[in-house]
């Protein structure tokens, strides 16, 4: 299996542009995980999804922020407009509902926001 | 809330030292323990976990106790690596419902040099 896949790997964009992060979780696996980390913060759970519907939003820093799940397969992070301080590593995460219940992380897409 | 306390780092060491990272928590019930382990660039994958007090996690060389007792979760490895440098996450997921999630501590890097 090729494990999460995230794209792009890093992005550099100006403030005020939109932003779209993309996941691909392992087949079949049921939850989906959007995490943000940063130096200050730590690592931050933004969203959850089970079985492509959003579960909690809470942690979505505010309303610039947007995540989808239109199928199991693809997922995306949506920041519009992105601001310099929204500049973090922001991981995808997914996990089977049974057996071992491991959540497995993707590489992480680094965002910069100049 | 559930809450998870590590100690802070950098841990820095000599090859084949020996290792302790602290980790404690809050949680109600029964939760599952894990330590994650992060390398440069890299996104988190599990490095061992615990499901019920006195279980003892283990995998390349690293273990880790549940102790409800003392409500710890504490990673040690008796010779460090240079290769073993990375960030680690102490993690919980506490109850039994498909929708806990995990809460991660703030992560300890760990700098092992020759």
């Not at chain 2, 996104?43 to 003392?70: I, M, P, V, W």
């Not at chain 2, 490895?77 to 440098?85: A, E, M, R, T």
Request: net charge negative.
């Amino acid at each position: 299996d090729a494990g999460v896949i995230q794209s792009p790997r890093h992005e550099v964009t100006e403030m005020g542009q939109e932003v779209t992060l993309r996941c691909k979780p392992i087949s079949g696996h049921d939850y989906l995980f959007w995490y943000r980390q940063t130096m200050m913060r730590g690592l931050e759970l933004l969203i959850y999804f089970n079985n492509n519907v959003p579960i909690d939003d809470s942690g979505m820093p505010e309303d610039r922020f947007s995540a989808k799940m239109p199928n199991a397969s693809f997922s995306t992070l949506k920041i519009q407009p992105s601001e310099p301080r929204d500049s973090a590593v922001y991981f995808c995460a997914s996990r089977f509902s049974f057996g071992r219940n491991e959540q497995f992380f993707g590489p992480g897409t680094r965002l910069t926001v100049l | 809330g559930d809450s998870v306390t590590q100690m802070e780092g950098p841990v820095t060491l000599s090859e084949e030292a020996f290792l302790t990272i602290n980790c404690t928590y809050t949680a109600t019930g029964y939760p599952s323990l894990f330590w994650y382990v992060q390398y440069p660039g890299e996104g988190l994958q599990l490095l061992l976990k615990a499901t019920k007090a006195d279980d003892k996690g283990s995998n390349k060389g690293f273990e880790a106790t549940y102790r409800k007792e003392t409500t710890s979760f504490h990673l040690e490895k008796g010779s460090v690596q240079v290769s073993d440098s990375a960030v680690y996450f102490c993690a919980l997921k506490g109850g039994d419902s498909g929708y806990s999630t995990l809460t991660f501590g703030k992560g300890t890097m760990l700098l092992v040099s020759p």
